[in-house]
């Protein structure tokens, strides 16, 4: 199953913490819990969760099946970023979460590549058109 981005960022929130706690850290160098505050990282894990219920639930499904499944989840992402000053993701979380995307289609048996080529999109490019952040 694909790995939810958020798996990583609680990850590296708790060994930050860690590390300040140990004294092998300053404070003042640590950030990764101010960029990934609980918040976002639940607003994050009930849209993804969403998405998978979403995935789970096709049975053959048609193009349009899929690419809704991937707006709901993107507009519901661009709500969270919203939330959050419109800072929730940056680059580097941007493409966990795309990637997120992608593996799962994938894992749903459906193929990506196909399915972004059928509207002359690359798989990279199937979030595009409702992505915000």
């Known amino acids: 199953m694909a790995v939810r981005p958020t798996t990583h960022w609680r990850e590296n929130v708790a060994e ?4 300040v706690a140990s004294g ?8 990764a819990a101010e960029l990934f505050p609980e918040s976002m990282l639940l607003g994050t894990d ?3 969760s969403r998405f998978e ?12 099946e899929v690419f809704a499944a991937v707006e709901r989840a993107v507009l519901a992402l661009n709500q969270v970023n919203e939330q959050h000053g ?3 993701y940056e680059t580097g979380e941007r493409e966990h979460l795309c990637a997120f995307i992608e593996e799962s289609i994938v894992e749903a048996g459906i193929d990506v590549d196909a399915l972004a ?3 002359g999109l690359t798989r990279h490019e199937i979030t595009d058109k409702w992505r915000e952040w």
């Not at 930050?16 to 590390?19: D, H, K, Q, V, Y």
């Not at 092998?24 to 950030?31: G, S, V």
């Open 46 to 48: 009930e849209v993804l």
């Open 24 to 31: 092998e850290l300053d404070p003042a160098d640590a950030y």
């Open 86 to 88: 419109e800072a929730a």
């Open 53 to 64: 219920a979403d995935l789970a639930a096709l049975s053959a499904p048609s193009d349009e």
């Open 16 to 19: 930050e913490a860690r590390l």
């Open 117 to 119: 080529a059928r509207h």
